[in-house]
């Protein structure tokens, strides 16, 4: 049988875009895992099913992108969904995940929440749109990145469009909130089968009606202030403003009691933590010099901030750890 040379440049991935497609598929079987590992009975299923629904919200959002001309993946990839590959929206639905389980634990006030989960998304996408979309390879001919953006921007941060890093914001923010208030539905109906369908169906299609709603056009551009799209000065405003409410958010309540475990809150501290320190290694061995700065910059302050709360936990379970070993103790003497 005669394999057409075209068909063998389509099935050929580079080795980094491979290893990111199966460090992706790892990280999402992880989140899997932790979710049904948690004492959560009577709604782990319902947990499952809106990590699943991130990455069907993620897939709608990234495929009109692509249809909308904003920006283009490599069909060279191991599995596609649509014009996107399924390791994009992967790394999303955990980045969501880890961000999530992040602010519930520490138990910040419901309506704080979709910002805190924003805010880390943005901080996560700092270190991996630099490193990947320089992570460039000559695929059947052409020289693509993991993933191109169609238009020639002049308005960067770190070779990135400003209002990349605002959508990353929103595109968090938005599936945080929806899924919130269907939590609160489901719970008010007294986990209702039909209350929890509709609210896993519902809050995938209404995030991505948000996303390409005319308020989100006016969150990231200030249009119609500014009528044209792409304008530097209205881009980096809207990036600032959510950037500086996110900080005055955690910074009032940063004196959250810190409940949170090495071990059993893994999800919080993992994902990041393996996140970053795989766009470093590829930043740095790829020598992807416009990636540096941001890559230990960003990773540093997220990594560091999760670390500040950890370290805020351990008297508690260190305590916790003596007063069960004294209880043990005591009924083993009498």
């Given at each position: 049988?005669?394999?057409?040379?075209?068909?063998?440049?389509?099935?050929?991935?580079?080795?980094?875009?491979?290893?990111?497609?199966f460090?992706?598929?790892?990280l999402?079987?992880?989140?899997?895992?932790?979710?049904?590992?948690?004492?959560?009975?009577?709604?782990r299923?319902?947990?499952?099913?809106?990590?699943?629904?991130?990455?069907?919200?993620?897939?709608?959002?990234?495929?009109?992108?692509?249809?909308?001309?904003?920006y283009?993946?490599?069909?060279?990839?191991?599995?596609?969904?649509?014009?996107?590959?399924?390791?994009?929206?992967?790394?999303?639905?955990?980045?969501?995940?880890?961000?999530?389980?992040?602010?519930?634990?520490?138990?910040?006030?419901?309506?704080?929440?979709?910002?805190v989960?924003?805010?880390?998304?943005?901080?996560?996408?700092?270190?991996?749109?630099?490193?990947?979309?320089?992570?460039?390879?000559?695929?059947?001919?052409?020289?693509?990145?993991?993933?191109?953006?169609?238009?020639?921007?002049?308005?960067?941060?770190?070779?990135?469009?400003?209002?990349?890093?605002?959508?990353?914001?929103?595109?968090?923010?938005?599936?945080?909130?929806?899924i919130?208030?269907?939590?609160?539905?489901?719970?008010?109906?007294?986990?209702?089968n039909?209350?929890?369908?509709?609210?896993?169906?519902?809050?995938?299609?209404?995030?991505v009606?948000?996303?390409?709603?005319?308020?989100?056009?006016?969150?990231?551009?200030?249009?119609?202030?500014?009528?044209l799209?792409?304008?530097?000065?209205?881009?980096?405003?809207?990036?600032?403003?959510?950037?500086?409410?996110?900080?005055?958010?955690?910074?009032?309540?940063?004196?959250?009691?810190?409940?949170?475990?090495?071990?059993n809150?893994?999800?919080?501290?993992?994902?990041?933590?393996?996140l970053?320190?795989?766009?470093?290694?590829?930043?740095?061995?790829?020598?992807?010099?416009?990636?540096?700065?941001?890559?230990?910059?960003?990773?540093?302050?997220?990594?560091?901030?999760i670390?500040?709360?950890?370290?805020?936990?351990?008297?508690h379970f260190?305590?916790?750890?003596?007063?069960?070993?004294?209880?043990?103790?005591r009924?083993?003497?009498?």
């Amino acid at each position: 049988m005669n394999y057409r040379p075209e068909i063998l440049d389509y099935l050929s991935t580079p080795v980094t875009w491979a290893i990111a497609e199966f460090l992706a598929v790892i990280l999402f079987f992880y989140c899997l895992a932790d979710i049904l590992k948690r004492g959560e009975d009577n709604i782990r299923m319902w947990r499952v099913f809106e990590l699943i629904g991130f990455v069907v919200y993620a897939g709608i959002f990234e495929n009109i992108g692509v249809l909308g001309n904003t920006y283009n993946y490599s069909l060279d990839r191991l599995v596609m969904v649509g014009t996107v590959p399924l390791s994009i929206l992967l790394f999303e639905a955990v980045i969501f995940y880890s961000a999530l389980r992040f602010a519930e634990q520490l138990k910040f006030p419901k309506w704080t929440i979709p910002i805190v989960v924003g805010f880390l998304g943005v901080l996560q996408d700092l270190t991996i749109d630099p490193a990947a979309v320089f992570d460039v390879h000559i695929v059947a001919g052409v020289m693509e990145g993991r993933w191109n953006w169609t238009t020639h921007y002049t308005n960067m941060l770190f070779g990135i469009p400003f209002f990349n890093f605002t959508g990353w914001f929103f595109l968090m923010f938005y599936y945080t909130a929806l899924i919130q208030w269907g939590r609160y539905l489901f719970k008010k109906s007294g986990y209702k089968n039909n209350i929890g369908i509709a609210y896993i169906i519902i809050s995938p299609i209404a995030g991505v009606l948000l996303i390409i709603s005319p308020i989100n056009r006016f969150l990231l551009f200030l249009n119609p202030i500014y009528p044209l799209f792409l304008n530097r000065t209205a881009e980096i405003v809207m990036l600032s403003f959510v950037l500086i409410v996110s900080l005055v958010i955690l910074i009032k309540y940063r004196k959250r009691s810190a409940m949170i475990s090495v071990k059993n809150d893994a999800a919080i501290w993992v994902i990041p933590l393996i996140l970053h320190t795989f766009d470093i290694i590829l930043a740095f061995s790829l020598k992807i010099t416009i990636a540096y700065i941001p890559v230990l910059l960003f990773a540093g302050i997220h990594l560091g901030y999760i670390t500040y709360y950890f370290v805020k936990s351990y008297p508690h379970f260190k305590n916790k750890t003596h007063i069960e070993q004294c209880k043990k103790s005591r009924s083993q003497v009498s």
